[in-house]
């Protein structure tokens, strides 16, 4: 559950008390008074875990953005590794070890990036493909720096489709990963492609 998932980052950052957490949850939800008290929810109706996703971007002040999912394990001090890669670098995405070299499911880097593109996920999708376009676009963006720690930094990403456990493919996934999605999103990559992720 999300709310343990929280409690588990906590106890993973070196510097807990700097964080700030922001929740977007459906309005349908029924667990979300379950949710520990976050700096700020947004309760809404969502079509998706996409438009969820980046309804918490205009609350983001100046900073880092690390999108947290309940099937994902950070490393310890989580927090300050990836503050002092932005810092060294500069600012732009992060790309860590998220259990696949060639996605990045998990979305990190600095606020600035995704206030610049508009959005988190492209608000076009609704789940499926939508990492497989940030991993891409930022790739391709020439102003946006990628800070590749994919060999020093995993993230655990304990998906069912990854870990292979069929039993944990609750509804949430399901409906997440839906073959209308799949469908759905394999069309708007497409075209996203074609007009070389171009707004």
């Not at 993973?12 to 029924?30: G, I, V």
């Not at 008074?33 to 998706?48: K, R, S, W």
């Not at 810092?87 to 880097?109: H, M």
């Amino acid at each position: 559950m999300a709310a343990d998932c929280i409690e588990k980052w906590k106890a993973k950052a070196q510097q807990p008390d700097r964080l700030r957490w922001f929740l977007s949850l459906d309005d349908d939800d029924p667990s979300r008074t379950l949710y520990p008290v976050p700096d700020q929810v947004i309760i809404a109706e969502n079509d998706g875990m996409v438009q969820a996703t980046n309804r918490l971007l205009p609350l983001c002040g100046d900073g880092l953005l690390v999108t947290l999912y309940d099937d994902f394990t950070p490393p310890d001090r989580w927090d300050r590794w990836l503050e002092g890669l932005v810092k060294a670098k500069g600012e732009g995405v992060v790309f860590v070890d998220c259990c696949n070299p060639q996605l990045q499911t998990i979305q990190i880097g600095s606020v600035s990036v995704f206030k610049r593109w508009g959005y988190i996920l492209h608000p076009a999708y609704k789940s499926m493909f939508s990492d497989n376009d940030y991993t891409e676009h930022a790739t391709l963006d020439e102003a946006t720096t990628v800070i590749d720690a994919r060999f020093a930094l995993l993230f655990d990403h304990a998906h069912p489709v990854i870990t292979g456990r069929e039993g944990d493919m609750d509804e949430t996934y399901r409906q997440t990963n839906a073959q209308a999605r799949y469908d759905q999103g394999a069309a708007v990559l497409e075209e996203r492609r074609a007009n070389n992720f171009a707004a």
